[in-house]
């Protein structure tokens, strides 16, 4: 075999931290706090992110223990990001709105040694803080009352003993570097380790023309939670080219984050539906000229909210898709060359084309791969260099397939790769042998303009097995008639997918990621609690 020349080096976070420190020393993170924005420099938040290593190697840390994170985005948590998976131990970012049991669950199973915990979070767990059986060490950040934690040490103070240099270990890239769990709507979450190469693979996977296009004259602001699958990739791609980042903290509603932006000026975004709509219902007059693109995920993006941002705002928001299993950029949704602009919506509406390097396919239920040809619609399988191959301390053998992951999507593939995601598998409406799609109807409803929110769910039928209930949450100062709404979806679907019983509800409940929770819906009509109204 003819041999290759190349060096042979370990792919990993500290190439992207060396990176971004050395050669773009004075980019800026911007972070936004109760008095305002604070910033400090690539240099400077490196020099911490070392003195970080130092505070933690002190405590026992060593190559594959694990760090929880319980911050909001915020400098110390871009910190602990870099500094982290660079000294070979493995960031577990906890995601702050999992229930109390669920919290406890996930640091135990991850045998968390050293958490890092926001001032503003701590009472949150503190309730979970007597459950925890491997947690040695609690490092707080910020004033605030901890006795309910116990012995803990002070963020600040453990920097300001510790040099601002380390040593870094050579870490083999096939290790653990960060860690993420599923939201976990059916059973226990699952916890996805991402290796060192995968993360170093993704970072350069975003910033590609056809994904993020970043560079370092980019201002990101960084709204979707650094605690959530590592806010998109965000945080190691925009370090990497230099872009400054900037970081809201907790400041997620409608009144400051649009004053974050008409201050700071970010060029990029990413968020999720719902801190969008927030967005758009409360601040219609911001100012968001600066942005030339949101990228927006975590639940289908409904063609509503793009045409409204559009129209409101002239800003782009582009449809991305991933899970926490896939690191998690797989595919985004943007035109194809020569698309006509009269016809740009339709493409845009799509879930996306696969990033360079991923794979996807569709399987029936006897696991038969199925033809790309936009017609066929089956299971979404995928598999790639930043897909997991396995959960944590879980074989879960059911949610693999021949080595893909199966993503529990249903939907169809182009013969182009343009993938179109139609239901969750446990989600999608069998009524009479055929299915109807939740996720059109929910998009359809929510173009309507009393509708701020729909969810459609499949509830028991004797004669068609199961009949969509369509969940509205009224835009504000209206009040939707239901056969105002059967009527707007009577030119746009089949006959017998219009829905016969609406419920007129204040709020959808949502998972701890955002998406909407319809398991809570499903239960909530099984017990009688949501009203119904007939058509």
Known sequence: MFASTMQDVDLGVLHLFRHGRSVHANSTVITWGE????TATYAEVAANADRLANALGSLGIGPNDRVGTFCWNNQHHLEAYLAVPSMGAVLHTLN????PDQLAYVINHAQDKVLIVDASLAPLLAKVRSQLTTVEHIITVGDGEFDDLGPTLDYRQ?????????????VPERSAAALCYTSGTTGDPKGVAYSQRSIFIHSFGVTGAQAMAFTEDERILLVVPMFHAMAWGMPYAGWMVGADLILPGPHLQAAPLAEIIESTRPTYSGAVP??????????????????REIICGGSAVPVSLMEAYDDTYQVTVTQAWGMTETSPLAAIARPPKRCPTDDAMQWRAKTGRTLPGVEIRICDDAGKVLPNDGQAQGEIEIRGPWITGHYVHDTAEEKFHDGWLRTGDVGTITAEGFMQIT?????????????????????LLMSHPDVREAAVIGIPDDRWDERPLACIVPSSGTNPEPTALRRHLETQVAKWWLPEQFSIIDEIPKTSVGKFD????????????LSTIQT
């Open 35 to 38: 008095d305002g924005p604070s």
């Open 96 to 99: 702050i709105r999992l229930f």
């Open 158 to 170: 453990l920097l300001a003993e510790c040099e601002p240099a380390f040593t870094y270990p050579t």
């Open 274 to 291: 719902t801190v969008l709509n927030d967005l758009l219902h409360n601040r219609p007059d911001a100012d968001l000229s600066s942005l």
């Open 423 to 443: 239901d969750r598998a446990k989600d999608v409406i069998k009524s009479g042998g055929e299915w109807i799609s939740s996720v059109d109807l929910e998009n």
């Open 518 to 529: 319809k398991k809570a819906l499903r239960a909530r009509h099984a017990t009688g609690e």
